[in-house]
């Protein structure tokens, strides 16, 4: 088994924390397609047997602690939305690269530990 000397290490991480700070669109959450009711009083979205919803429309769907959040994403909004959500999972993804290197220099280099 190849253990990577501290140096490489340091340097990859670098580099990964790096490229966790260029992202900055970062959205957590999905887009789901829903459909609505309107406002008007009579409307075949309001019958009682067999509504047809108007749409289906693009919402931003995120959960948080306290509640679920959504937003109406407009033709203008959908693609920093889906740009947000493809640079939450590159973060993830980073972060997890992140750790397994900081377990790596906790595992192999604990006698020489950099506290920066």
Do not use: W
């Not at 490229?19 to 789901?32: A, E, F």
């Amino acid at each position: 088994m190849h253990i990577a000397n501290l140096n490489e290490l340091l340097n990859k991480r670098t580099l990964l924390i790096k490229k966790l700070c260029s992202l900055k669109h970062i959205l957590r959450g999905t887009i789901v397609k829903q459909g609505n009711v309107c406002g008007k009083a009579v409307c075949i979205c309001k019958r009682k047997n067999n509504p047809v919803l108007h749409g289906p429309y693009n919402y931003l769907s995120n959960r948080s602690r306290a509640s679920i959040n959504t937003i109406f994403l407009t033709k203008q909004k959908l693609p920093y939305a889906k740009i947000g959500i493809l640079e939450y999972n590159k973060a993830i993804d980073v972060i997890y690269q992140i750790a397994e290197i900081n377990f790596k220099i906790l595992r192999y280099h604990h006698a020489r530990l950099p506290y920066e």
